[in-house]
């Protein structure tokens, strides 16, 4: 790496990991405190984007245009939410009834913040011009390839749930139909409904998820593949990503089954990456990958009932691994895919991936 590479490198370590785990401090006295945590646990996904925001602004080429405005939305947003999470577990919480289960009055003033925050970064970073996207690895590229990979992410996530259902069914015996339970709360017009006003609704909460995949994809996934090959830098993104839950997977997620949970959340991790890392070699789209990251997480709340707490306070048994392991092999497959071959820097600096 050069000096600035090198420079922008530690400042996205810092602010992704280095922010991420002081952050855990107040979680744990949240945890301590019996508060709902939901916020902390929704401004921990803006930290990689940031990361990669203040490289770009501190230590980035000056003679490139950056669509800076749109990167100081997406900072301010990150800082206002680091407040709120801060006072959520310090302050008093009101629970309030939504139409998605009961929320704090905190976790709703988080959302009230990224939507503000979304709608605006997001208007900004279409009207910056071409350029200003383009050095910054903003462009809507490869469209019609990205909504079929879209599609395709749908229904592979889809054959996931069927696939951990199944297996899951086979081992317990139980004697229950989950299969037959599970056609029911798919095949009815009200999910088909409940899926096109989700993905409407992206660009009102993009920004969280953008967060993510802005640091993962695109900034740290050509770094490794630069440095490990193509096949074992997006595996090793995947364990990186995952280690990154760490502190979710003990403090919000479950609070009892923390070790399994982990070995499960870095077995997705490294199967979500392999796919997500195929569709952004094929697209340089970190839209797309935004969008899937969007859709993974949302659907998971949908397809259980509506619920969005329906992702806390889980409790993950030694069975569900081999389970986790099994249902992943539709996306872990991915690895086998032509862009996964060939030599690495030659088909990084196709992709012309800075």
């Not at 992410?153 to 996931?160: D, S, T």
Request: glycine share 8%.
């Amino acid at each position: 790496m050069e000096n600035t590479d090198k420079k922008r490198f530690i400042t996205f370590l810092a602010v992704a990991y280095g922010v991420t785990v002081v952050m855990w401090v107040f979680m744990f006295i949240g945890l301590k405190a019996e508060k709902d945590l939901t916020a902390l646990v929704n401004v921990q996904m803006l930290y990689p984007a940031c990361g990669v925001v203040l490289g770009f602004l501190l230590f980035g080429d000056k003679e490139k245009k950056l669509p800076k405005a749109g990167f100081i939305v997406a900072l301010i947003t990150t800082v206002i939410m680091m407040v709120i999470g801060v006072v959520s577990v310090i302050a008093q919480q009101t629970w309030i009834d939504s139409a998605t289960g009961k929320i704090t009055n905190w976790n709703l003033y988080s959302q009230y913040v990224v939507m503000a925050g979304s709608v605006i970064s997001y208007i900004l970073f279409w009207a910056c011009g071409k350029e200003k996207r383009k050095n910054a690895g903003l462009s809507r590229t490869n469209v019609k390839l990205s909504a079929l990979l879209a599609l395709l992410f749908f229904v592979l996530f889809v054959a996931r749930i069927y696939v951990s259902v199944f297996v899951g069914q086979l081992i317990t015996n139980d004697g229950t139909n989950a299969i037959a339970e599970l056609n029911k709360a798919f095949f009815v017009p009200s999910t088909v409904t409940s899926v096109a006003i989700l993905l409407v609704n992206f660009p009102l909460s993009y920004m969280v998820f953008w967060g993510e995949e802005y640091g993962w994809r695109y900034y740290l996934q050509p770094i490794l593949q630069k440095k490990f090959g193509l096949r074992l830098g997006v595996l090793i993104l995947g364990v990186v990503w995952g280690a990154w839950h760490l502190g979710l997977d003990y403090m919000f997620y479950t609070t009892t089954t923390g070790t399994l949970y982990f070995v499960s959340q870095v077995i997705t991790c490294i199967a979500l990456g392999i796919f997500f890392g195929y569709a952004f070699m094929k697209t340089q789209n970190i839209w797309l990958v935004s969008l899937m990251h969007f859709m993974n997480n949302n659907f998971i709340v949908l397809f259980s009932g509506g619920d969005v707490n329906v992702m806390q306070n889980n409790t993950v048994t030694l069975i569900q691994i081999p389970i986790a392991i099994i249902s992943s092999l539709v996306f872990v497959v991915f690895i086998l895919a032509p862009a996964y071959k060939g030599k690495k820097q030659e088909q990084l600096e196709e992709q012309n991936i800075a």
